[in-house]
């Protein structure tokens, strides 16, 4: 499968109509029986969570619980797009506890830029943020248990294929080759040796920084250091058409909900 080299010095894709996505996410959800909180009202936009609680629980051990999180930059729409067919689909463990932010920044995609509309990049902002969403994202999380797993949804114009972050400090039992396993039967996987400057193998990224070295944080190194002790970062490459991109988060996100144990 190759490349369509559209995306010349930026995402020159593809783009969605942000407003009937979020309505189909919110149909499906409560559908399905979710319940939704809204945590900030942009004036055009609200931001909002879902949840899901188990549907079944084998006492006395408590529930996975899982957080999904995309639409965080406006040129990469795969992100909301997976959501929604992965609400489509239903087909969750019984299990599991879910949290889901459909879209962060929903005006970044009536803009088809990767900012807000005040110019400011949110993915660099979970440090010391200015942000309104992301002052009242984090304040949403703060109200949130802990996550036994966090999978945050992206895509990346450059990339030559899906890769993936993954940040696990403890060590526990790695989802990272299961989701690359997942991914290539469905979108093509970047075997560089480098992506985005750091040393990759077989599409995964496992970086040595630590957020405290940074001083801008993504959302990512927020949830590692408050919410969770194991995260993904997973990058649909973005010149290439819309179903392949979807269809791999969506790969990436089952792997890993399905590979975590009760």
Same mark, same amino acid.
């Given at each position: 499968?190759?490349?369509?080299?559209?995306?010349?010095?930026?995402?020159?894709?593809?783009?969605?109509?942000?407003?009937?996505?979020?309505?189909?996410?919110?149909?499906?959800?409560?559908?399905?029986?979710?319940?939704?909180?809204?945590?900030?009202?942009?004036?055009?936009?609200?931001?909002?969570?879902?949840?899901?609680?188990?549907?079944?629980?084998?006492?006395?051990?408590?529930?996975?619980?899982?957080?999904?999180?995309?639409?965080?930059?406006?040129?990469?729409?795969?992100? @909301?797009?997976?959501? /929604?067919? #992965?609400?489509?689909?239903? $087909? %969750?463990?019984? !299990?599991?506890?879910?949290?889901?932010?459909?879209?962060?920044?929903?005006?970044?995609?009536?803009?088809?830029?990767?900012?807000?509309?005040?110019?400011?990049?949110?993915?660099?902002?979970?440090?010391?943020?200015?942000?309104?969403?992301?002052?009242?994202?984090?304040?949403?999380?703060?109200?949130? @248990?802990?996550?036994? /797993?966090? #999978?945050?949804?992206?895509? $990346? %114009?450059?990339? !030559?294929?899906?890769?993936?972050?993954?940040?696990?400090?403890?060590?526990?039992?790695?989802?990272?080759?299961?989701?690359?396993?997942?991914?290539?039967?469905?979108?093509?996987?970047?075997?560089?040796?480098?992506?985005?400057?750091?040393?990759?193998?077989?599409?995964?990224?496992?970086?040595?920084?630590?957020?405290?070295?940074?001083?801008?944080?993504?959302?990512?190194?927020?949830?590692?250091?408050?919410?969770?002790?194991?995260?993904?970062?997973?990058?649909?490459?973005?010149?290439?058409?819309?179903?392949?991109?979807?269809?791999?988060?969506?790969?990436?996100?089952?792997?890993?909900?399905?590979?975590?144990?009760?």
């Amino acid at each position: 499968m190759e490349r369509l080299g559209k995306n010349l010095g930026s995402y020159l894709g593809e783009t969605i109509d942000i407003r009937a996505v979020l309505r189909d996410v919110e149909t499906t959800a409560q559908f399905h029986g979710w319940s939704k909180e809204i945590f900030y009202d942009t004036g055009e936009f609200k931001l909002f969570a879902l949840h899901r609680k188990p549907l079944s629980l084998r006492d006395p051990q408590l529930p996975k619980r899982i957080y999904i999180s995309t639409g965080i930059h406006g040129d990469e729409p795969a992100g @909301p797009l997976a959501a /929604l067919k #992965l609400l489509q689909q239903n $087909d %969750w463990p019984e !299990h599991l506890e879910l949290w889901l932010c459909p879209c962060l920044n929903p005006v970044g995609f009536t803009l088809n830029s990767r900012v807000n509309v005040k110019g400011i990049d949110l993915n660099r902002e979970y440090l010391k943020p200015v942000a309104e969403e992301v002052l009242a994202h984090i304040a949403w999380l703060e109200r949130q @248990p802990q996550f036994d /797993l966090c #999978l945050m949804l992206h895509e $990346d %114009w450059e990339s !030559h294929g899906f890769y993936l972050y993954e940040q696990n400090p403890d060590g526990k039992i790695s989802f990272a080759e299961k989701m690359i396993e997942a991914v290539e039967r469905v979108c093509p996987i970047d075997l560089s040796e480098s992506i985005e400057g750091r040393p990759a193998s077989g599409g995964i990224l496992r970086p040595t920084i630590k957020p405290q070295d940074r001083p801008d944080w993504p959302e990512a190194f927020y949830v590692i250091t408050h919410k969770t002790r194991q995260s993904y970062t997973v990058e649909a490459p973005s010149d290439f058409p819309m179903p392949v991109r979807v269809n791999a988060l969506v790969a990436a996100v089952n792997a890993a909900v399905n590979g975590i144990e009760f």
